[in-house]
C-alpha cells in the first residue's frame, strides 16, 4: 500500500490532484485502468501495450514504479506539493529519489 500520499497544486491553473507514494496495489489488481482514472493517458496507453506484448508480467514492474511516474509528470506540468498526508515531504523526496517542489505560501 502507498505509505502515504501528497496533495498537488498547479499555481497557474489552479488544478490540484492527489499522488499517491509507493507502492500501487491499484495497479496490482486493475493493471491500467488507475492510469486511465486518473487522466494519465500516456502511461495508460504503454502501460495496456506492454501488458499485452508481456501476456500482463509487466504489470509486476509497474506496480513498483507507476506512482513515481505519476508524481514526475505532475512535477514536469508544473505541480508543487500543497500538503502531505502524514510525514514528512523531506522523507517522502528521499524515497522516491527526487525533490518534490514545495508551493510557495500566499503572501497577505
Do not use: H
Amino acid at each position: 500500500m502507498a505509505f502515504t500520499s501528497v496533495v498537488f497544486k498547479n499555481p497557474n491553473t489552479g488544478a490540484m490532484k492527489e499522488a499517491p507514494i509507493g507502492f500501487s496495489w491499484t495497479v496490482f489488481f486493475f493493471s491500467f485502468l488507475p492510469p486511465l482514472f486518473r487522466g494519465d493517458i500516456k502511461w495508460a496507453a504503454i502501460m495496456f501495450v506492454l501488458a499485452c506484448m508481456t501476456f500482463g508480467l509487466s504489470n509486476i514492474v509497474f506496480m513498483f514504479i507507476y506512482n513515481k511516474l505519476y508524481v514526475r509528470d505532475l512535477i514536469g506540468a508544473g505541480y508543487k506539493a500543497q500538503s502531505i498526508a502524514s510525514g514528512d515531504l523531506n522523507y517522502v523526496s528521499s524515497k522516491i529519489g527526487m525533490e518534490i517542489p514545495r508551493l510557495e505560501a500566499a503572501a497577505i
